[in-house]
């Protein structure tokens, strides 16, 4: 399995970015694939994520109504549109698989596969 994120960068407050997350190896019939965020100094939250089953997407409540994350099941890619970005967005965002179905919020230690990361600043 192989999970790949891209996208991140240096961005102003109320700018945008997009993240892309190409996974190889893992099946998008079932599980999740999941969007998370660590700022220096902090515990790793879950932003967003996405039942492959059934496409159920769940966010947290600090990016509701800004965020929104989609998938090309056929590339095999998930992105996370980040819009009317605050300073408190900043961190290394990773992408991570769950074979089983997460509940959500969902604790990050039980993901299964996580790719590098890739930082997002958001600073004027």
């Known amino acids: 399995v192989q999970v790949v994120e891209s996208g991140g960068g240096l961005v102003q407050p109320g700018g945008s970015l997009k993240l892309s997350c190409a996974v190889s190896?893992?099946?998008?019939?079932?599980?999740?694939i999941g969007w998370f965020r660590q700022a220096p100094g902090k515990e790793r939250e879950g932003v967003s994520a996405?039942?492959?089953?059934?496409?159920?997407?769940y966010y947290a409540d600090s990016v509701k109504g800004r965020f929104a994350l989609s998938r090309d099941s056929a590339k095999h890619i998930v992105y996370l549109q980040m819009n009317n970005l605050k300073p408190e967005d900043t961190g290394l965002y990773y992408c991570a698989l769950d074979y089983d179905t997460p509940a959500w919020p969902s604790d990050w230690w039980i993901w299964d596969w996580w790719g590098q990361g890739t930082q997002v600043t958001v600073s004027s």
């Open positions: 190896g893992f099946t998008m019939d079932y599980g999740a």
């Open positions: 996405i039942l492959t089953s059934d496409g159920t997407r």
